[in-house]
């Protein structure tokens, strides 16, 4: 009995060690813009896997418990970041915050996309996304999405700008990269997310794929504005609630920047999981007393100052067929109170 107590004891005492010796912690980093701009990123096409190393130099351990092989990350923390609370909005409410960086971080290159800058040089955007987990797992588990920008200068890459603090959204531990450039008409470069939130799935044989729509000042990397429920596609059997929606710079004015947005669907209210975020702003009695399967078009106007965003009513038109047949069209009054 005496001798299986040593045993049992030597066992514990070595499993303590053992786990303490697997343990892995994370690169401790920091983000210095002018150091970066310093950096070699050569003349070739840019590689994903070296910039991640580039901008987050803390290559993970090949025994760390959470390396996963579909992708490539760096581990890290960083003790000399200012912390920063970051919300994700949905349907225009809060519905989640976080404070980032985490203590333990893991970050991935989603993408690469390259394009050309008014001036006609050869630009790239990258994103990158950070999570506290690696597994890929969690359809509302959202990512932390970092931007760097380059030009292409005398034959090599040049770092314009790099933030590693965006926002944060997406869903399975990835923040949805960058995936469309525009340019208005005085020339400014703004970056178009189409995603971020998680993709709508239901029992039933409808399954509605719900994606947001961001906008990415092209020169601070900053977000300008958020669209929630900009988009809804099917999944499965055409029988369901669509839309989509376009967006306008309309440039600078005295108040600020002018954005407008038009979106335009199907609804089917038997259907619909969630509406477009400009139908929110029809107050429940007016929306129940519309048909129960209509098209509509809605446009919406937004301004963004130093300050705020300022959010006009949209103007939204709806079109239906009676039991007749007959087509009728009519403008819907809308307020600033949402119905839920």
Request: with cysteine; hydrophobic share 35%; proline share 4%.
């Amino acid at each position: 009995m005496r001798n299986l107590s040593v045993f049992l004891c030597l066992f514990i005492t070595f499993g303590s060690f053992s786990q303490e010796d697997v343990t892995i912690r994370p690169i401790d980093i920091s983000f210095d813009l002018n150091k970066l701009k310093t950096l070699d990123f050569g003349t070739d096409s840019l590689n994903g896997e070296k910039l991640l190393f580039q901008f987050f130099p803390a290559p993970m351990n090949e025994d760390d418990p959470e390396l996963s092989e579909w992708r490539t990350s760096a581990f890290w923390s960083c003790s000399s970041c200012t912390r920063r609370e970051m919300t994700v909005f949905e349907n225009a409410e809060e519905s989640e915050r976080e404070t980032l960086p985490f203590d333990a971080n893991y970050t991935s290159c989603t993408s690469i996309l390259y394009y050309q800058s008014e001036k006609g040089t050869l630009r790239a955007i990258v994103s990158f996304s950070t999570s506290q987990m690696n597994d890929g797992t969690g359809r509302f588990t959202r990512g932390l999405l970092s931007l760097a920008n380059f030009e292409k200068q005398n034959g090599t890459w040049k770092l314009l700008n790099f933030e590693p603090f965006v926002n944060f959204q997406g869903s399975f531990t990835m923040a949805s990269p960058v995936d469309e450039v525009l340019i208005d008409q005085n020339g400014k470069t703004y970056f178009l997310i189409h995603g971020g939130e998680a993709n709508g799935v239901s029992p039933e044989e409808y399954w509605p794929i719900y994606q947001g729509l961001y906008v990415i000042d092209g020169k601070y990397l900053s977000e300008v504005l958020h669209v929630s429920a900009a988009s809804c596609k099917e999944n499965n059997d055409p029988v369901g609630s669509f839309w989509d929606t376009e967006i306008k710079i309309l440039g600078d004015g005295l108040l600020g920047l002018n954005m407008e947005t038009k979106t335009s669907g199907l609804i089917v209210k038997q259907y619909s999981w969630g509406l477009p975020e400009s139908l929110q702003y029809i107050s429940e009695s007016d929306f129940e007393a519309l048909p129960e399967r209509f098209n509509f078009i809605t446009t919406q106007k937004f301004t963004r100052n130093t300050a705020s965003l300022l959010t006009e009513k949209p103007m939204i038109t709806i079109q239906y067929k009676d039991s007749k047949g007959t087509v009728h069209e009519q403008v819907v009054n809308t307020e600033i109170k949402r119905i839920k």
